[in-house]
Structures are given as C-alpha cells and as structure tokens.
T-cell receptor
Framework: GEDVEQSLFLSVREGDSSVINCTYT??????LYWYKQEPGAGLQLLTY?????DMKQDQRLTVLLNKKDKHLSLRIADTQTGDSAIYFC????????????FGKGTHLIIQP | ETGVTQTPRHLVMGMTNKKSLKCEQH?????MYWYKQSAKKPLELMFV???????ENNSVPSRFSPECPNSSHLFLHLHTLQPEDSALYLC???????????FGDGTRLSIL
C-alpha cells in the first residue's frame, strides 16, 4: 500500500540549516512534493521534484531524492523564524491515481 | 495569494443544517480536488474533477456532495453531517491531472 512517513517534530536554531526527511513506499511515484502549512492557512507548494531527478535547488531550499531507498529530504539553509511551520511530504502515486499521498507533517520549531 | 480562493473561511453548523463550501481558482487549471484535513491524520483525498467531470471518489459518505459547474469553480454541499466531520476542508487545483497541486487556505468546519 501507499505510505509516506516523516518525523513529527524538528527543532533547530535560527541561522542553522534544517533537514526534514521523508520516506515513501510507491516506487512508481512520478512527482514528490514539499508543502508548507502555517497556522490557520492552507498548504503552500514549496517545491517539487520529478522522479528522474536526484536534486533540485531553489534559493534556500535543496531537495534530495534517493530513489533506491525511497528517501526524500528538504534542506532549508539559514533557517529563519518565518520558516516555523508544518512541512508535508507528498507523492503522486503511480497507477494513474490523481490524489496526492501525504505524510502527517513535520513541525519545524525555531529556537532563537 | 495562491490563486485558489475558498469561502467561507470558517463555518459552524448543526447536524441538521445544509450548507455549501465554495472554491474558485484563477490559475486556468483543468483539475480540481477536495481534501479533508483532520487532526493527527494525513490529508485525505475526497473528490477529483477533471474538465468538470468527476474522476475519483474515495468512498466518501453521501452526506458530502460535490459539484463542479465549470473548470474554475468547485462546491462541496453538506447535509446531515456528523461531529466527526469537523475538520479543515481544502480545495486544490492543478493544470491537468497528476500535475502539481495548488491549495486554497481551507474552510474550518465545526459540527455542533
């Protein structure tokens, strides 16, 4: 079956790098995503990576994909207080399904 | 501003009421989705529409009734809801099926 797993909490100091990890089970996933959710808001699409890529960089964000291990990570450089949010990993399952399969989200806590 | 607008932002209703949630996207997308976000559970896909035709229904109770009159608008009609239906209901759209999805800010629904 489809399952996306991620740690529930991550605490980092302001200015440090944050690395949020995710594992998934569907080897036929086409796209893998990172979404950010701030309190009282919906999900903001941060970045996504196509399954034939290993890495994608976008300003402070770096996504790494290890397809062999079905492992996805999001690195946020120079973490700021505004980065405090819940980060969701999601995959587009193979087999023609339309909906995304989400993890339960990682709460990123920033220490001053 | 994500280009996906949901109204109302908050809704409190009794179990015997009938209400509707509205979603409008300004991105020129052809696919629209309803998701349910409950506490401590991953997001659950409810309905998918592509070019105004329903393409997926994930065994959602009949007390939830979607409507997609055109590719820019999506409704979720609610009647005789249960307390466990209290959740954040999120609408999303994508350029076409199985492409990156963009979410609205959601409607926080509380059933008394």
């Amino acid at each position: 079956g489809e399952d996306v797993e991620q740690s529930l909490f991550l605490s980092v100091r302001e200015g440090d790098s944050s690395v949020i990890n995710c594992t998934y089970t569907d080897s036929s996933s086409t796209y893998l995503y990172w979404y950010k959710q701030e309190p009282g808001a919906g999900l903001q699409l941060l970045t996504y990576i196509f399954s034939n890529m290993d890495m994608k960089q976008d300003q402070r964000l770096t996504v790494l994909l290890n397809k062999k291990d079905k492992h996805l990570s999001l690195r946020i450089a120079d973490t700021q207080t505004g980065d405090s949010a819940i980060y969701f990993c999601a995959e587009s399952p193979g087999g023609g399904a339309d909906g995304l399969t989400f993890g339960k989200g990682t709460h990123l806590i920033i220490q001053p | 501003e994500t280009g996906v607008t949901q109204t109302p932002r908050h809704l409190v209703m009794g179990m015997t009421n009938k209400k509707s949630l509205k979603c409008e996207q300004h991105l020129g997308h052809n696919a629209m989705y309803w998701y349910k976000q409950s506490a401590k559970k991953p997001l659950e896909l409810m309905f998918v529409y592509s070019l105004e035709e329903r393409v997926e229904n994930n065994s959602v109770p009949s007390r939830f009734s979607p409507e997609c009159p055109n590719s820019s608008h999506l409704f979720l009609h609610l009647h005789t809801l249960q307390p466990e239906d209290s959740a954040l209901y999120l609408c999303a759209s994508s350029q076409e099926r199985r492409k990156p999805q963009h979410f609205g800010d959601g409607t926080r629904l509380s059933i008394l």
